[in-house]
């Protein structure tokens, strides 16, 4: 179906999804999960670097990279998919964003409050006692670097990310999911679809009876339940779709 026919849909659809991954945000220069390890980071998996056990062997490495990473973001800026996304939901009232990203962009190119299934880079938090924690002020980034300490238990402060190993915030999930449970258009951007929970997300929308929308430049885990395929990168095709 021509992208011309998808924004027909999009006119007609009574509640849209927009479900986003990394490749959302790369057109904003922000290196995909995978792309981030680079430097003192390169010899690492991400899969073992975004863990619990990571933190707990070498909290200066952790701390340091998600550092580095949202030193990255602010350096950015939302780009033209992003904004598009927030001019889908100026459309369509009944519009979730829900995204893997642990970015701001979304929030920054006008989106009201996309749902973050995977945590953010800017909500820091204790990793005992679990008590919210303020961002350090800017300084030097790209090596190890110290958490500060939890100013209510001295315990050290970690990033507010959910890393492989750990549940997805109940509400967090159980909000994707009854939203994609009822929506009539679900598009997903810029995700490769392999991790879940995350994942399920499309699938919830196919089976309720969504028509479900991919937008992304390569073959993904998730063709297999995208109705349509707009094989193009998120800062080209989204514009499109939307007046
Ligand atoms: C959990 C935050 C259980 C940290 C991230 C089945 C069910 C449940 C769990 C599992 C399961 N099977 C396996 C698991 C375990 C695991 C998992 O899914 N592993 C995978 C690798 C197989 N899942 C978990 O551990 C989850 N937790 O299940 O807990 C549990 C239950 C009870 C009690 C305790 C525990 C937690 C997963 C969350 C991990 N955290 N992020 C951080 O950012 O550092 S995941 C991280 O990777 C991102 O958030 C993102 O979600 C993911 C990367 O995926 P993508 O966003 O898709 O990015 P990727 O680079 O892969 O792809 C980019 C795509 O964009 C590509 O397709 C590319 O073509 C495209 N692209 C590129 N440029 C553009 C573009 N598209 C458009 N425009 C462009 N310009």
């Known amino acids: 179906m021509p992208e011309r026919d998808v924004a027909e849909l999009l006119r007609d659809a009574k509640r849209v999804v927009v479900f986003t991954g990394a490749g959302m945000s790369a057109e904003s220069g922000v290196p995909t999960f995978r792309d981030a390890l680079t430097g003192l980071w390169s010899r ?3 899969k073992s670097l975004a863990t619990p056990e990571a933190f707990a062997a070498d909290p200066a490495l952790v701390w340091g990279w998600y550092e580095w990473r949202r030193a990255e973001v602010e350096r950015v800026r939302p780009n033209p998919g992003h904004e598009a996304v927030a001019a889908i939901e100026a459309h369509v009232a009944d519009t979730v964003v829900i995204t893997q990203n642990v970015d701001d962009l979304h929030e920054r190119a006008g989106s009201r409050g996309p749902i973050h299934l995977h945590g953010s880079l800017f909500s820091p938090r204790c990793s005992s006692c679990g008590k919210p924690a303020g961002l350090p002020a800017p300084g030097e980034v790209g090596g190890r670097m110290e958490p500060p300490a939890c100013a209510h238990c001295g315990a050290p402060v970690r990033p507010g990310v959910v890393w492989f190993g750990e549940q997805l915030p109940t509400s967090a999930l159980s909000a994707a999911t009854e939203a994609a449970f009822g929506c009539d258009l679900l598009f997903t951007v810029g995700t490769s679809g392999v991790v879940y929970p995350a994942a399920e997300i499309p699938y ?22 995208s109705d349509i395929n707009l094989r193009g990168t998120a800062a ?6 939307v007046d």
């Open 204 to 225: 919830v929308a196919a089976r309720s009876g969504a028509v479900v929308v991919q937008v992304n430049p390569e073959a993904t885990a998730l063709d297999a339940v």
């Open 44 to 46: 690492f998996d991400p």
């Open 236 to 241: 080209e095709v989204l514009p499109d779709l």
